[in-house]
């Protein structure tokens, strides 16, 4: 085959690579726009400025039943308060820039690099119409049954950190899955989060129970009650002094 002919096969393929790429790169972003519609529109979560919720979170294995309270609010305040008499409270929040957790056995510690930007990124409560600001990219990976359901794997690279995965049901466009992994001191942890009974709430489709599969236990998490755009005290997202005191001390 002549040098040329070959050139031209060559500049075919990579224009057909090429044009493979922007299409699966429309469709996940199409897969996006259809989640968007299926939790109940830009228009309704634009609404969202707060949200509380309260649940209670079982892991079964060890016989442990926790309470639950989260709070959030845009565009990145967070808290959180897990309490059980085992454990005793286990907090974690964010003013937005610091991200911090605090526990009877750890003590007040500040969140670092991939934590840090994880769990500013997940307290977002527009994290999903803001997702072309928080995340690199978006592919389309094939599909996967959950709980009987055939979903559309979405594999979404944020801008700092690991890639996850979402499982959007082909049917109602709702995720009914999430895979990702976990940074911790004792290293990576992968966990699969599943999503269900969608419930409507201020126009909103959101998810009422989930069962989250991490280091050979599942925890199940059964939400009771989830309010929006509720009066908060003022220093609802305030560090805690002894964070702030950390982040006083000498490096």
């Avoid at 002919?5 to 469709?27: K, N, Y």
């Avoid at 500013?120 to 990976?141: M, T």
């Avoid at 409507?200 to 599942?218: C, M, N, S, Y």
Wanted: hydrophobic share 40%; aromatic share 6%; charged share 25%.
């Amino acid at each position: 085959m002549r040098r040329l002919d070959r050139m031209a096969i060559a500049g075919a393929v990579a224009l057909a690579g090429g044009w493979w790429m922007l299409c699966a790169a429309e469709t996940a972003e199409a897969l996006l726009e259809r989640y968007i519609q299926a939790t109940g529109g830009r228009a309704a979560q634009e609404k969202i400025r707060n949200r509380v919720v309260k649940a209670t979170m079982e892991i079964a294995r060890q016989g442990i039943k926790l309470e639950l309270t989260t709070y959030a609010a845009t565009p990145n305040l967070f808290y959180s308060l897990t309490t059980s008499e085992l454990t005793g409270p286990i907090e974690q929040g964010s003013d937005g820039k610091v991200a911090w957790s605090r526990s009877v056995a750890q003590g007040p510690q500040l969140l670092e690099g991939e934590a840090k930007e994880l769990l500013l990124r997940e307290a977002r409560l527009d994290k999903l119409l803001q997702w072309r600001e928080l995340y690199s990219g978006a592919r389309l990976d094939g599909t996967e049954e959950v709980d009987g359901k055939p979903c559309i794997k979405l594999v979404l690279t944020p801008k700092t950190g690991r890639s996850m995965t979402w499982f959007l049901d082909q049917a109602t466009g709702l995720m009914l899955r999430t895979d990702l992994v976990v940074p911790t001191e004792g290293g990576e942890v992968p966990m699969r989060i599943r999503l269900q009974d969608y419930r409507d709430v201020d126009g909103l489709k959101l998810a009422h129970r989930t069962i989250t599969e991490v280091l050979g236990q599942e925890r199940v998490t059964t939400i009771h009650s989830i309010e929006h755009n509720v009066d908060l005290p003022a220093d609802r997202f305030a560090l805690p002094a002894d964070v702030k005191a950390l982040l006083a001390a000498p490096k």
